[in-house]
């Protein structure tokens, strides 16, 4: 399943990642939707869901991230919707590990 996310807050090292691999964090936006795919192996056996999915969020609930590979690239995102059935855009769009 997908979530989608609207970024609020950005710490400014995302937007000075340039590492190859990495340079996707500078794309991160405040106000920006992002799409997020749940899959294995970082879906729960057990719950079938991924951690920080937001599942019981709705409203105005702030929920914390960190990017892999750069923890200093972290900020806060709304819980916008969950969908089952994924549409992710490849810009904007991430998976939670």
């Known amino acids: 399943y997908c979530v989608e996310f609207r970024t609020e807050r950005l710490s400014q090292h995302c937007a000075l990642e340039t590492r190859p691999y990495a340079r996707w964090m500078r794309y991160l936006r405040e106000g920006h939707t992002v799409c997020v795919t749940c899959q ?29 590979g750069n923890s200093q690239c972290q900020g806060t995102w709304k819980k916008i919707r969950q969908l089952e059935h994924c549409s992710c855009p490849l810009v904007h769009s991430f998976i939670f590990t």
């Open 40 to 68: 294995p192996p970082a879906m729960g056996a057990a719950t079938q869901r991924c951690a920080g999915d937001g599942h019981n969020a709705h409203g105005d609930k702030i929920l914390h991230w960190e990017a892999v």
